[in-house]
């Protein structure tokens, strides 16, 4: 990761966002893992006083054990992160400073995060232990955000980028670029979608009339009008909670943008990215289930015959 080439100081000018913080402070730990890049946070444990090697004090920037996820093959799922360089040290001259913390995952020990950031501590008498300040994010590698699975990136084909586009808009609370991106991959794949829930119903072995029904879906040229038609043809397999998923997502992308404010439609878009992985995930499971039970009837089936012979 480049060294920042702004200060603090332009970069929140240039965004027209002053030098205001997050409502309430929090810790260390809820910044580095839940804050997306680009804002100012307080901090109620930014920094400590520690003693250094030859005997004196320096003041360190706060590094607690994380849980992020790692990506490894040997942890694939949240694994807890400890710092192994700390970059950040407050010097007498000032109470501002800016580096890296560079944490490893402690299950594989291959996997690195790290964080760019710019800390400023508030200039009252320290305590031994924590000590406030605010701290801003420039950026951190891999990129904020939960992990797309990569079941839902295949639903997607030639719209993978753009939805990669809209979780980096959606990651650094860009409401209304995020909502447009999933708008406009959900619209333009809606074929695609409507194909795997086609071959989910045949696998759940749906009545021919839902199956047409769906195929039918195919041939209108408005999003909206092919998910009314099809309301009520989703199997109880693929219903999240009771709702047909389909009528969910048209729920949280039809509205105009000029009618929602950024955080309206950042929520909007969190929701239709919670509803798609879910809906991947019933797709997935459905497949998969045959699969096995497939594999398991040939097993039996040798098994019966091999008993016969």
């Given at each position: 990761?480049?060294?920042?080439t702004?200060?603090?100081?332009?970069l929140?000018?240039?965004?027209?966002?002053?030098?205001?913080?997050t409502?309430?402070?929090?810790?260390?730990?809820?910044?580095?893992?839940?804050?997306?890049?680009?804002r100012?946070?307080?901090?109620?444990?930014?920094?400590?006083?520690?003693?250094?090697?030859?005997?004196?004090?320096?003041?360190?920037?706060?590094a607690?054990e994380?849980?992020?996820?790692?990506?490894n093959?040997?942890?694939?799922?949240?694994?807890?992160?400890?710092?192994?360089?700390?970059?950040?040290?407050?010097?007498s001259?000032?109470?501002?400073?800016e580096?890296?913390?560079i944490?490893?995952?402690?299950?594989?020990?291959?996997?690195?995060?790290?964080?760019?950031?710019?800390a400023?501590?508030?200039t009252?008498?320290p305590?031994?232990?924590?000590?406030?300040?605010?701290?801003?994010?420039?950026?951190?590698?891999?990129?904020?955000?939960?992990?797309?699975?990569?079941r839902?990136?295949?639903?997607?084909?030639?719209?993978?980028?753009?939805?990669?586009?809209?979780?980096?808009?959606?990651?650094?609370?860009?409401?209304?670029?995020?909502f447009?991106?999933?708008?406009r991959v959900?619209?333009?794949?809606?074929?695609?979608i409507?194909?795997?829930?086609i071959?989910?119903?045949?696998?759940?072995?749906?009545?021919?009339?839902?199956?047409?029904?769906?195929e039918?879906?195919?041939?209108?040229?408005?999003?909206?009008?092919?998910?009314?038609?099809?309301?009520?043809?989703?199997?109880?397999?693929?219903l999240?909670?009771g709702?047909?998923p389909?009528?969910?997502?048209?729920?949280?992308?039809?509205g105009?943008l000029?009618?929602?404010?950024?955080?309206?439609?950042?929520?909007?878009?969190?929701?239709?990215r919670?509803?798609l992985?879910?809906?991947a995930?019933?797709?997935?499971q459905?497949?998969?289930?045959?699969?096995?039970?497939n594999?398991?009837v040939?097993?039996?089936?040798?098994?019966?015959?091999?008993?016969?012979?």
């Open positions: 990761m480049a060294e920042p702004q200060t603090l100081a332009e929140l000018s240039a965004q027209g966002a002053g030098s205001g913080l409502e309430q402070p929090i810790t260390m730990r809820e910044f580095l893992e839940r804050q997306p890049p680009s100012m946070v307080g901090i109620t444990d930014l920094w400590r006083r520690v003693r250094s090697t030859g005997g004196g004090w320096n003041d360190r920037l706060t607690p994380l849980q992020l996820h790692c990506d093959d040997n942890c694939k799922g949240l694994r807890y992160f400890r710092c192994t360089d700390n970059g950040l040290t407050f010097y001259s000032s109470d501002e400073a580096g890296h913390l944490y490893l995952c402690w299950n594989c020990q291959g996997t690195h995060k790290r964080f760019s950031l710019h400023k501590r508030r009252t008498e305590s031994a232990d924590l000590n406030p300040g605010e701290c801003y994010k420039y950026g951190e590698l891999p990129a904020f955000g939960p992990v797309t699975p990569p839902l990136l295949r639903l997607f084909e030639n719209e993978r980028d753009n939805f990669l586009k809209g979780r980096r808009c959606e990651g650094q609370g860009l409401g209304i670029g995020a447009a991106y999933y708008r959900v619209e333009n794949q809606k074929n695609r409507l194909d795997e829930v071959k989910a119903c045949k696998v759940l072995k749906v009545p021919p009339e839902t199956i047409k029904l769906l039918d879906a195919k041939k209108q040229t408005q999003f909206s009008n092919a998910i009314n038609s099809i309301k009520d043809a989703i199997p109880q397999g693929l999240i909670d709702d047909n389909l009528l969910l997502l048209h729920a949280a992308l039809s105009g000029h009618a929602k404010t950024d955080e309206e439609c950042l929520g909007f878009a969190h929701d239709a919670i509803v992985v879910e809906l995930e019933r797709l997935d459905t497949m998969k289930d045959e699969v096995e039970l594999a398991a040939k097993r039996l089936r040798k098994v019966n015959q091999d008993s016969r012979s």
